[in-house]
């Protein structure tokens, strides 16, 4: 959990287990993790996953679940390869998108051009999606299948936005009244 407040320094409280459960979600979860602690020792920024770390985790094709650490290596994961796409990227969403395109939308179009426009991005690129897809269950034989088209990759992050959402959904569910509040 980080937490920002109007000062612009960050609260970082690492999770205390490797899925992300609704039980952690819990007020009694939260006093206890910053129970006896000062601001100063909460300061901490999150863990930040170097280039070279991003690039090994995705060359990886080890199975994958959704855990608290593979979802911040994916967030990391993505922001890189995002980057290494954003030469062509604003010029794409300054010419090409309006209001009626939604993030996956977008986020698809300009991975698809930046698999179509060159090599060394484009490995990156698949390497994200393939890790993406591993995350979501499916075997390596399912995911060496897959041309990737800009449909397939909205349908990508359009599955992993419905898996994020249900993990939260769950979570603040339990925190919030007991299960009853969503």
Same mark, same amino acid.
């Given at each position: 959990?980080i937490?920002t407040?109007?000062?612009?320094?960050?609260?970082?409280?690492?999770?205390?287990?490797?899925?992300p459960w609704k039980t952690?979600?819990?007020?009694?979860?939260?006093?206890?993790s910053?129970?006896?602690?000062?601001?100063?020792s909460?300061?901490?920024q999150?863990p930040?996953?170097? *280039?070279?770390g %991003?690039?090994?985790?995705?060359?990886r094709s080890?199975?994958?679940? #959704?855990t608290?650490?593979s979802? /911040?290596?994916?967030?990391?994961?993505l922001?890189?390869?995002?980057k290494?796409c954003?030469?062509?990227a604003a010029?794409i969403?300054?010419?090409?998108f309006t209001?009626s395109?939604t993030l996956?939308d977008?986020?698809?179009?300009?991975?698809?051009?930046?698999l179509?426009?060159?090599?060394?991005?484009?490995?990156w690129?698949?390497?994200?999606?393939?890790r993406?897809?591993?995350?979501?269950?499916?075997s *390596?034989?399912? %995911?060496?299948?897959?041309?990737?088209?800009h449909d397939?990759i909205r #349908?990508v992050?359009?599955?992993m /936005?419905?898996r994020?959402?249900?993990?939260?959904?769950r979570?603040l569910?339990?925190?919030?009244v007991?299960?009853k509040?969503i």
């Amino acid at each position: 959990f980080i937490h920002t407040p109007n000062r612009g320094k960050d609260y970082f409280l690492p999770s205390p287990g490797s899925i992300p459960w609704k039980t952690y979600h819990s007020m009694d979860k939260y006093i206890q993790s910053v129970q006896n602690r000062s601001w100063k020792s909460l300061g901490s920024q999150a863990p930040v996953h170097t *280039k070279v770390g %991003i690039e090994h985790w995705l060359k990886r094709s080890t199975p994958i679940g #959704f855990t608290v650490s593979s979802i /911040q290596w994916l967030n990391d994961a993505l922001l890189y390869v995002l980057k290494k796409c954003a030469n062509s990227a604003a010029r794409i969403l300054s010419n090409t998108f309006t209001s009626s395109f939604t993030l996956m939308d977008q986020i698809a179009y300009i991975l698809k051009k930046g698999l179509d426009k060159s090599k060394v991005v484009s490995q990156w690129i698949t390497r994200l999606l393939n890790r993406m897809m591993t995350m979501l269950g499916y075997s *390596k034989a399912e %995911i060496l299948a897959i041309e990737y088209r800009h449909d397939i990759i909205r #349908f990508v992050f359009l599955k992993m /936005q419905y898996r994020m959402n249900a993990i939260t959904k769950r979570a603040l569910s339990h925190a919030l009244v007991g299960g009853k509040a969503i």
